[in-house]
């Protein structure tokens, strides 16, 4: 499925081109958090490693382990797959020194301590990156200076990276689906609609099931999408759409619906793109001392504070009580919830996880740049690093920098950057 492209902040800048993750040691992140843990509490929060491996996978293998679910461990955000990456779960009904003994493979742990609370999504304060671009010139890396001198004056578009949306770039239409209750329509999404991209036995499953020939698709999925064959026998045995869905992993579900918001807060971004900088009345300004939001009834009065990088306009992460703006800024809202036949209200239904929304900021500012440029046994390469809020995507910043696509050389299932879901009801 195609995804529309974003437009560059940077569009005067032609790119240095090259590729990333070549190799998984190529894309280094690691988790500044907001807080230290006390050294007291029924929690062991641990800062652990994995490469290669996503969150959830980690996730799985530490709870294995440990003997202890993995629902019951807690993290701030998650983290590329393809990559090196360094975050901090808390785990429940463990010690430091039993989780400082783990052996797992592709998963180290660096530290652990005690502390009172579950560690939770969006309790991150940034992320730190260090990024090899490979396939260039080396002597390119004197081309970048302008290009971040730029993203720091007026800001790197806060879209959220491609990889947000899944392998099919698809998972805002199953989450569009979610939130309509239309479990027809995500079964169809979800099992069917082959693409030219699929291999012959998974198109031919999909085609089976876009046909009704549910007993064939079943036959010709292929076992290693444990997922999909659940959701398909699930079918098969009750005749129920919705019964399908519903056993559907709720954190699969979630993520579906966030990335519905992820669009339509990307078609927020790209359409003020030329004036991401510039604050309007009517907008909600994001403070980005605190994150707290308010109504910008002067914007030639507040502009002075968006120049010094205090607060910047935001977008909607569409939800039932989202807070909208006013004039302008609302009819442009308006129009792209429109277009995808969508309203605040309707992520109340009862099914579609009751999201409540949020206001997001359309820019945010990079900072700790360094550059350096070099050859290695894998070749010549640039790399590039610096730190991002949480909730930013480092893809983007590349995007901007390379010019040659904003996905992943990998796919990746997972954001390399946290993905904040506080703004779902429990």
């Known amino acids: 499925m195609s995804t529309p492209s974003l437009p560059y902040l940077t569009r005067d800048f032609p790119g240095i081109g090259g590729t990333i993750k070549n190799r998984p040691e190529d894309f280094f992140v690691q988790e500044i958090p ?42 701030a955000g998650l983290k590329d797959a393809r990559a090196v ?19 797992i493979p592709d998963v180290s742990i660096l530290w652990a301590a005690r502390h009172a609370n579950k560690l939770r999504l969006g309790h991150l304060k940034a992320n730190r990156f260090a990024i090899k671009i490979r396939d260039v010139n080396p002597t390119d890396v004197l081309k970048l200076r302008p290009v971040f001198d730029a993203l720091q004056k007026r800001g790197m578009p806060n879209y959220f990276g491609e990889q947000r ?40 499953a999909r085609a089976a099931f876009d046909r009704s020939d549910l007993e064939e698709s079943m036959r010709l999925w292929p076992r290693h999408f444990g997922m999909e064959r659940r959701v398909l026998h699930r079918l098969i045995k009750t005749h129920r759409p919705s019964s399908a869905v519903w056993s559907i992993d709720q954190r699969l579900r979630r993520l579906w619906v966030s990335a519905l918001q992820s ?15 510039r604050l309007m009345d009517g907008d909600f300004a994001y403070k980005h001392e605190n994150g707290a939001c308010f109504l910008v009834e002067n914007a030639t009065t507040e502009q002075p504070r968006a120049d010094a990088f205090e607060i910047s306009p935001t977008g909607p992460l ?34 579609s996880l009751r999201v409540k929304g949020d206001r997001r900021p359309l820019r945010v500012k990079p900072s700790d740049i360094e550059l350096a440029s070099g050859v290695d046994e894998h070749g010549p390469h640039i790399t590039v690093a610096f730190t991002l809020p949480a909730g930013s995507f480092a893809t983007v910043l590349l995007g901007e920098l390379m010019k040659s696509d904003r996905k992943p050389t990998a796919p990746s299932t ?8 506080a703004n779902e009801a429990e």
């Open 318 to 351: 569409i939800g039932f009580r989202v807070s909208l703006p006013q004039a302008e800024p609302l009819k442009m809202e308006q129009e792209i919830f429109s277009i995808h036949g969508l309203s605040p209200a309707d992520f109340k239904r009862a099914g």
């Open 165 to 204: 949306f899944g392998r099919r770039g698809d998972n805002d239409k199953l989450g569009a689906a979610y939130v309509r209750g239309d479990h027809k329509a995500l079964l169809s999404a979800l099992l069917g609609e082959p693409e030219k991209t699929d291999e012959p036995q998974l198109a031919q």
């Open 414 to 421: 997972e954001s390399d950057a946290t993905v904040n879901d």
């Open 85 to 103: 990456t360094r975050q901090i779960v808390s785990i429940p009904g463990a010690t430091p020194e039993a989780v400082m003994g783990l052996r």
């Open 34 to 75: 907001i807080y230290e843990p006390s050294g007291e509490g029924e929690h062991v929060f641990a800062e652990i490693q994995k490469i290669n491996l996503t969150t959830f996978d980690a996730i799985n293998r530490i709870a294995a382990a440990l003997k202890v679910s993995n629902r019951d461990i807690g993290y």
């Open 263 to 277: 669009r339509i807060f990307n078609e927020v971004v790209a359409k003020r793109i030329d004036s991401l900088d």
